[in-house]
T-cell receptor
Framework: GAVVSQHPSWVICKSGTSVKIECRSL??????MFWYRQFPKQSLMLMAT?????????EQGVEKDKFLINHASLTLSTLTVTSAHPEDSSFYIC?????????FGPGTRLTVL | GDSVTQMEGPVTLSEEAFLTINCTYT??????LFWYVQYPGEGLQLLLK?????DKGSNKGFEATYRKETTSFHLEKGSVQVSDSAVYFC???????????FGSGTKLNVKP
């Protein structure tokens, strides 16, 4: 099946710093990628839909300037958490569409001190 | 709007027991339906899918049938193993695959 990778798998940072998370589709091209945040009680929250070559579509309540998404190529989308704070600590998961099924990355755990 | 409802967990079973995790959906049009599994500390993996009514998805002993008349896509396995312990998510996608809707997840614990 299609493989999606994420990097890093775990990042710890100080409050106020910015963190970039990469999502790559390894064996297919994805015009559409999704970014989710998973909360401690397992529920998934869709943050944004990332389309290659265009601006991301953010879900209601997600701050565009806080969570910057760039989908510069058909195999790479990045999520940058700007000026991270402890409440941004979470498990961030990306997925890529190929073409009618979502394939998920392994997730990135962000811990903000 | 579209939505997915799945049974709350956790579900605790003994090894070799029969598993059913209920999933019902609300959708306009003709959605595709999915089950994903998440093992501890990992991302979601596609378990199986069905793209039209009466289709049966199957993988690793798990099965689910797309029932349009009851708007359901229940996950079943005849004999669970300890290694099946994970969180299972039911999901639906609109026809154009621009949006996916997930259930809240059901945690399965299988005891030896």
């Amino acid at each position: 099946g299609a493989v999606v990778s994420q990097h890093p798998s775990w990042v710890i940072c100080k409050s106020g710093t910015s963190v970039k998370i990469e999502c790559r589709s390894l064996d297919f091209q994805a015009t559409t990628m999704f970014w989710y945040r998973q909360f401690p009680k397992q529920s998934l929250m869709l943050m944004a839909t990332s389309n290659e070559g265009s601006k991301a579509t953010y879900e209601q309540g997600v701050e565009k300037d806080k969570f910057l998404i760039n989908h510069a190529s058909l195999t790479l989308s990045t999520l940058t958490v700007t000026s991270a704070h402890p409440e941004d600590s979470s498990f961030y998961i990306c997925s890529a569409l190929d073409p009618a099924t979502q394939y998920f990355g392994p997730g990135t755990r962000l811990t903000v001190l | 709007g579209d939505s997915v409802t799945q049974m709350e967990g956790p579900v605790t079973l003994s090894e070799e027991a029969f598993l059913t995790i209920n999933c019902t959906y609300t959708a306009t049009g003709y959605p595709s339906l999915f089950w994903y599994v998440q093992y501890p500390g990992e991302g979601l993996q596609l378990l199986l899918k069905a793209t039209k009514a009466d289709d049966k998805g199957s993988n690793k002993g798990f099965e689910a049938t797309y029932r349009k008349e009851t708007t359901s896509f229940h996950l079943e396995k005849g004999s669970v193993q300890v290694s099946d312990s994970a969180v299972y998510f039911c999901a639906l996608s609109e026809e154009n695959f621009n949006k996916f809707y997930f259930g809240s997840g059901t945690k399965l614990n299988v005891k030896p």
